[in-house]
């Protein structure tokens, strides 16, 4: 497992509102008969979230979940942002961005490495992204790391 607990925690919890808070019973383990439409969007909503958290490195687009959830795009956009409190793509780059720092962390591997492992098919994009959420590049971040470790 490369997702530190903290980061866990959150995506659990997260899952955890969906289920339990917001629609006050279990709909994940409802037979799909029983549920409402939305109920069920909400069910596919949350095997999509397994997915990309499976599947992060890959090509991945809103309009693959539209169809992986078989939801229509605005439809999909407003329930997935409503119940999570972000986008699609936001939620997927968060769960790259959170691999890119395991890996600068623990890994020797190369940042073009990193970015392509993450699902970035651009290194310099990737890099941007990283420096946008981390405020610094990770470069800096594995040197900065490394000499904490050493310490």
Not at 12 to 23: P, R, V
Not at 36 to 52: A, D, P, T
Not at 68 to 96: C, M
């Amino acid at each position: 497992e490369k997702f530190d607990s903290a980061q866990d925690l959150i995506l659990n919890s997260l899952l955890i509102k969906l289920l339990y808070i917001t629609h006050k019973y279990d709909i994940y383990n409802l037979q799909e008969s029983n549920l409402s439409e939305k109920e069920k969007s909400l069910k596919r909503i949350i095997n999509l979230q397994k997915y990309i958290n499976a599947h992060y490195a890959e090509a991945l687009s809103v309009s693959f979940a539209c169809e992986y959830v078989k939801l229509d795009y605005h439809y999909f956009s407003r329930l997935f942002k409503q119940e999570t409190t972000t986008t699609p793509k936001n939620y997927l780059n968060n769960i790259r961005m959170r691999q890119a720092k395991w890996y600068v962390t623990y890994t020797t591997d190369s940042i073009n490495t990193i970015s392509y492992l993450c699902g970035f098919d651009n290194p310099q994009y990737f890099i941007s992204k990283f420096k946008a959420k981390y405020g610094t590049t990770p470069q800096a971040y594995r040197k900065k790391n490394s000499s904490n470790k050493k310490q």
